[in-house]
Nanobody, 124 residues
Framework: QLQPVESGGGSVPAGGSLRLSCIAI????????MAWFRQAPGKEREAVAS????????YYADSVKGRFTISQDVAKETVYLQMNNLQTEDSAMYYC?????????????????WGQGTQVTVSS
């Protein structure tokens, strides 16, 4: 069973950067899409970005466009989320997920496999 494992979270000041990593063994064989979601306390889970596992297309939530970049290294079976110019509103638990059908549709209900999450905290 596919089991994403996230790493790379931490605490940074506003304007700082972090790179999250998600290892998911053999994800290109079993899923159409890999995605990052986030959830802050008291808020619903929201989509951040997705990537086509056997292609190049990427998709982003409007709130992170121009600041975050999703990428993958198939050989390392790893998906990354480079986050630049972080703001306090980016503070959340970040989850890596595998699944999806049409990767542009960032509906979390379409993702079957989820990691445990990694915490990102941005201070002002």
């Amino acid at each position: 069973q596919l089991q994403p494992v996230e790493s790379g979270g931490g605490s940074v000041p506003a304007g700082g950067s972090l790179r999250l990593s998600c290892i998911a063994i053999k994800y290109t064989y079993t899923t159409n899409c890999m995605a990052w979601f986030r959830q802050a306390p008291g808020k619903e889970r929201e989509a951040v970005a997705s990537i086509v596992t056997r292609g190049l297309a990427t998709y982003y939530a409007d709130s992170v466009k121009g600041r975050f970049t999703i990428s993958q290294d198939v050989a390392k079976e790893t998906v990354y989320l480079q986050m630049n110019n972080l703001q306090t509103e980016d503070s959340a638990m970040y989850y890596c997920a595998a699944g999806g059908v049409i990767c542009a549709n960032l509906d979390p209900d379409l993702y079957s496999y989820w990691g445990q999450g990694t915490q990102v905290t941005v201070s002002s």
